[in-house]
């Protein structure tokens, strides 16, 4: 592997279409020939991507996977990465915070473990926030931008280590039963731990509470629906488990700061 390139601020892989500057913050918009394929490289900061559309198989230290539309990713500064085998049409959007965002506001870098993890996962309503601002700027956007980076930072789940076991058994079971109407003694009972422990420790360990984490895993799935095109918004919001279109917009809308139709759009 030759010496990867490292990437100061504002530069990717791909071809600027949109920039926006937020003080500290940086988003931007690219896209990508097909086929394309980079060279090893690095960032100097740490950002955040959303696939848009598109999509490549990204290999970090001998691992490799596809990014599919309705991703959200997390890079940490000065590990280095290789994207190959673009799609046709790839569309990412990019944030990427500096080192004096973090000083400023009293932060933690995100840590690398938050990179190619199904347990540490992006929150990537977030990030559908702040590409509603990116778009819709004016001049509020960037109060509002620094506003959404702080919750966006600060709502990243504790390091691996940090966790205890029955968080582990918490996202197996979420995943594989994401459509299921849970009662709290149920779902106590599935992770042999009392009631009591799961409302108190829940939210320290994914920052947000057991019904909204579950509304979140349907709305990732509903991203990869409506950028693929393939779906109506209808047929979406059965096959993500609400009730009806409505509950999927109000949902939707409350999540991400935009309605569905919005979103597929952008």
């Not at 990030?127 to 702080?150: F, N, P």
């Not at 582990?168 to 709290?184: A, F």
């Not at 693929?228 to 109000?250: K, M, P, V, W």
Request: charged share 25%; aromatic share 12%; proline share 4%.
């Amino acid at each position: 592997m030759k010496e990867p390139v490292e990437f100061e601020k504002g530069c990717y892989v791909g071809s600027k279409i949109r920039e926006q500057s937020f003080g500290c913050i940086l988003t931007t918009e690219t896209v990508f020939q097909d086929g394309f394929a980079s060279d090893w490289h690095y960032h100097q900061n740490p950002h955040y991507s959303h696939i848009l559309s598109g999509g490549s198989k990204e290999i970090r230290r001998g691992v490799s996977r596809w990014q599919q539309p309705g991703d959200g990713l997390y890079y940490y500064p000065g590990i280095p990465h290789q994207n190959v085998q673009y799609r046709p049409g790839t569309r990412i959007f990019n944030i990427e915070v500096d080192a004096g965002f973090f000083k400023e506001h009293g932060l933690d870098v995100p840590a690398e473990e938050h990179m190619f993890s199904d347990r540490l996962k992006v929150n990537s309503t977030g990030l559908i926030k702040i590409l509603r601002e990116h778009y819709w700027q004016d001049r509020h956007s960037t109060i509002a931008v620094e506003q959404l980076c702080i919750n966006l930072i600060s709502a990243s789940p504790l390091a691996h280590n940090d966790y205890p076991d029955w968080t582990r058994k918490i996202i197996e079971i979420l995943n594989d039963k994401w459509n299921h109407s849970w009662s709290l003694n149920e779902f106590s009972g599935m992770l042999d731990i009392h009631p009591v422990t799961l409302s108190k420790y829940f939210s320290k360990y994914f920052k947000c509470t057991l019904g909204d984490y579950i509304r979140r895993i349907k709305i990732d799935k509903a991203l990869t629906l409506i950028r693929s095109n393939r779906h109506s918004l209808t047929e979406i919001a059965y096959l993500c488990g609400f009730s009806d279109q409505a509950h999927f917009i109000r949902t939707f809308t409350l999540l991400t700061g935009m309605i569905p139709k919005q979103y597929r759009k952008i």
